[in-house]
């Protein structure tokens, strides 16, 4: 169907992006009577469009993810608000189908790592959440796709459990188990459907490293959305229900595909035999680090002290346990506004006495140590800890008792040479990554390493 401002949605399960319209033309499908499910049914009748599939925005991936990693949600977080109108509607279903929502997206989590995150409408760019509504028929945008189309997730009202899951699987970045390159050697697809958006393999290149999966809740069942058997099992052409969404359960396959497209890939820039492989790779992996592409993580780059409030933001989360600070220079509509007054009322920042928090500022070793060893309430240090530190004169008197209780709790790292702290050098983002994974090493959260620039107390 078309939205409001003519841009293209695929209905029910997904949408897919068409980028040029001009060789589209209009095609109508008879009205959808309710599956043997109930599934993606009852939906007022649709139109779809049968477009050039070479504009298409499609590309193939394991288990049918979106193998583009702009697609990624950065920080394996996606973000959402939930719209007014869906608020709006009268009577507990509004309370009731968020509760659903958040249980859904609680599985997603727990099973995959995979966050989300909901935000402030009126400080965040709108190209960087998805809309959640109400909607008589469930779609989604797939994966995170700023500025291609407004990104929405829409349920209808009494969907099952198995839609919720369904439909933020799109969101995430899945796309039907039925679209798989390999999918004719499992299912037998109604001719007519062969070229349905809902049904169609997508033409570029494709990678299938999961077994076909009839427990996918990225997978229709024979008859749960055209009212006849519009797919049957290719070996005995017997119709079949799909498990995962008919019982709301996520499958094993779902979940692979979920944490292959966000925490397996290694960035591209770091080397087996770079200094802090290891732990960027962990970082990498479980979502707490990422780069600005989705494909580099440019280690020895420096990071602004607002890049810095939003790793503290988005890997330690801390409750508030203070009051907010307005800077100067931070404006309600920075784009880090909300992480770094995550960071302040943390207790892991403050910004400066006249007011600034200098958000554009490369972070120093200094800093970024103090931050830490002051927000996690590190303490046990002593001044033998500043010892072996050649340069220890540099660290300001006020400074030392932080870094002393960095150093006795293991979160002083000094690449290139252990024995210079370097407190006024600008923290590079390799520096960045040790220092977040000795603290999730303190937290319990990261398996501990023995790298050989961490200062041993
Ligand atoms: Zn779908």
């Given amino acids: 169907m078309l939205n409001k401002s003519g841009n293209l949605i695929f ?9 040029f319209f001009s060789s589209c033309e209009k095609e109508d499908l008879s009205e959808i009577s309710n599956g043997e499910l109930g599934l993606e049914s009852n939906i007022e009748k649709e139109s779809f469009l049968s477009c050039s599939w070479e504009n298409a925005d499609l590309i193939d991936g394991k288990g049918m993810y979106h193998s583009d990693s702009q697609r990624k949600w950065p920080n394996a977080t996606v973000k959402y608000v939930i719209s007014q109108q869906y608020l709006d509607v009268d009577n507990a279903r509004p309370q009731e189908m968020v509760r659903t929502l958040k249980r859904a997206m609680n599985e997603w989590t727990n099973k995959t790592g995979i966050r989300f995150q909901e935000v402030n409408p009126n400080t965040t760019s709108r190209n960087d959440y998805t809309l959640v509504k109400e909607s008589a028929g469930s779609s989604s945008t797939l994966g995170y796709a700023p500025g291609l189309l407004p990104m929405e997730l829409k349920i209808r009202y009494n969907a099952p459990f198995g839609v919720y899951l369904h439909e933020l699987g799109h969101a995430i970045g899945l796309y039907h188990e039925q679209q798989r390159p390999d999918r004719d050697r499992y299912v037998t697809v109604h001719p007519n459907l062969i070229n349905n958006q809902l049904y169609k393999i997508p033409s570029r290149q494709y990678v299938v ?14 008859s749960g959305y055209y009212g006849d058997y519009n797919m049957v099992r290719a070996d005995n052409g017997q119709p079949f229900v799909s498990n995962g969404y008919s019982n709301g359960v996520l499958s094993q396959g779902d979940i692979d595909a979920v944490k292959a497209m966000y925490f397996s890939s290694l960035p591209e820039d ?39 409030a939003s790793l503290i933001s988005s890997i330690i989360n801390p409750p508030a346990i203070r009051g907010d600070r307005n800077f100067t220079d931070v404006p309600s509509n920075h784009w880090a506004k909300a992480a770094i007054s995550k960071a302040v009322r943390g207790g892991y920042l403050s910004g400066y006495n006249d007011g600034s928090f200098k958000p554009n500022r490369n972070v120093s070793k200094l800093e970024m140590t103090i931050a830490l060893a002051n927000g996690l309430r590190l303490s046990g240090g002593n001044s033998n800890h500043l010892l072996s530190f ?64 961490i200062v041993l107390p």
């Fill in 270 to 308: 770091v080397s087996s035999n770079y200094w802090a492989y290891n732990e960027i790779a962990f970082m990498w992996q479980n979502g707490y680090i990422r780069g600005s592409d989705g494909v580099n993580y440019r280690p020895n780059n420096n990071l602004t002290r607002a890049q810095f």
């Fill in 209 to 222: 490293h999961t077994p076909f999966d009839f427990n996918s809740v990225m997978l229709y069942s024979s």
């Fill in 390 to 453: 050649s340069d220890r004169s540099q660290i300001p008197s006020w400074a030392r008792a932080s870094i002393q209780n960095a150093t006795a709790n293991k979160l002083v790292v000094n690449y290139p040479n252990k024995s210079y702290f370097r407190p006024n050098n600008s923290a590079t983002r390799a520096d960045a990554a040790m220092i977040f994974y000795q603290t999730l090493v303190r937290l319990g959260k990261a398996p501990r390493r023995n790298n050989p620039y």
């Fill in 11 to 19: 209905g029910i399960g997904m949408s897919l992006f068409i980028t």
